[in-house]
T-cell receptor
Framework: DAGITQSPRHKVTETGTPVTLRCHQT?????MYWYRQDPGHGLRLIHY???????DKGEVSDGYSVSRSKTEDFLLTLESATSSQTSVYFC????????????FGPGTRLTVT | QKEVEQDPGPLSVPEGAIVSLNCTYS??????FMWYRQYSRKGPELLMY????GNKEDGRFTAQVDKSSKYISLFIRDSQPSDSATYLC???????????FGTGTSLTVIP
């Protein structure tokens, strides 16, 4: 398995509270991605990073922010969680020399009540 | 219109059958194509990838891309119960930035 972990693995939170999800890698890969997976929508890109402090928006970035201060960590923050952000969140990593090979973490199941 | 369309299934086949999974897309700029397999409550894992048009074979799996029709396929020969999973197609126009995924097709192979 690629060295990628996500924390927490499960979280239940209330509407309006801030939430931060963490992705940690030990592969020293350049690219890191945050996706959400929902029934009927599949995997959708939220934000991605192509280097330390270099990030860009994906197709569903509204309501989310990210930060990457170290190569190994990529944080996803929900500033004020809403019920529509209830989802399974996956982090993925990819080396700068690979076009295709994203490796996914185990996922974080987030429920916003 | 979604960038990538994929029939969600579910698809149920007997062991040993040939399985055909398909995706269509609308963005003619896509040139990198991938298939992922996802077991229940796990992260997706890369199964196969191809660049531009053509076929690629890896063991029991064959990936096909027809850019003129904006259509990609994954064929699984001699399907096994261990192939039971959700299969997601993915594609990208650029090398490494934004990937667009299909919704996934749920496959069950019955022993």
């Amino acid at each position: 398995d690629a060295g990628i972990t996500q924390s927490p693995r499960h979280k239940v939170t209330e509407t309006g509270t801030p939430v931060t999800l963490r992705c940690h890698q030990t592969e020293n890969h350049r690219y890191m991605y945050w996706y959400r997976q929902d029934p009927g929508h599949g995997l959708r890109l939220i934000h991605y990073s192509y280097g330390v402090k270099d990030t860009d928006k994906g197709e569903v970035s509204d309501g989310y922010s990210v930060s990457r201060s170290k190569t190994e960590d990529f944080l996803l923050t929900l500033e004020s969680a809403t019920s529509s952000q209830t989802s399974v969140y996956f982090c993925a990593i990819k080396s700068g020399t690979s076009v295709y090979e994203q490796y996914f973490g185990p996922g974080t199941r987030l429920t916003v009540t | 219109q979604k960038e990538v369309e994929q029939d969600p299934g579910p698809l149920s086949v007997p062991e040993g059958a040939i399985v055909s999974l398909n995706c269509t897309y609308s963005n003619s700029a896509f040139q990198y194509f991938m298939w992922y397999r996802q077991y229940s409550r796990k992260g997706p894992e890369l199964l196969m990838y191809t660049y531009s048009s053509g076929n690629k074979e890896d063991g029991r799996f064959t990936a096909q891309v027809d850019k003129s029709s904006k259509y990609i396929s994954l064929f699984i020969r001699d399907s096994q119960p261990s192939d039971s999973a959700t299969y997601l197609c993915a594609m990208s126009a650029t090398a490494g930035n934004q990937f667009y995924f299909g919704t996934g097709t749920s496959l069950t192979v019955i022993p």
